[in-house]
């Protein structure tokens, strides 16, 4: 069973900066894409960052210019960096990977509030 475990989330000023990460039990060269994806209540589930196997990367618009997804194959682990953040960026952040099924995390939680 895979197992992908986010951390990093919390409570943040906006124009501040938080660090996703999400630690997978099998390496992630196994994956054929992994991203990160964001819910409201209310609201389906969204793309915000995606990494291919060869490094490709590609981002929703609301959040270009502000987010980066990168990983770190030694420590099985994918990160979203979040600069610059907006109230609008609120939400449940969940870490999803893709190889012979679908992965998810169970998500952490990030609010952006003065």
């Known amino acids: 069973q895979v197992r992908l475990v986010e951390s990093g989330g919390g409570l943040v000023q906006p124009g501040g900066s938080l660090r996703l990460s999400c630690v997978a039990s099998k390496s992630i060269f196994s994956f054929n894409a992994m991203g990160w994806y964001r819910q409201v209540p209310g609201k389906q589930r969204e793309s915000v960052a995606v990494?291919?196997?060869?490094?490709?990367?590609s981002y929703a618009d609301s959040v270009k210019g502000r987010f980066t997804i990168s990983r770190d194959n030694a420590k099985n682990t994918l990160y979203l960096q979040m600069n610059s953040l907006k109230p609008e960026d609120t939400a449940v952040y969940y870490c999803n990977g893709y190889s012979d099924s679908t992965y998810w995390g169970s998500g952490t939680q990030v609010t952006v509030s003065s």
């Open positions: 990494i291919t196997s060869g490094g490709i990367t």
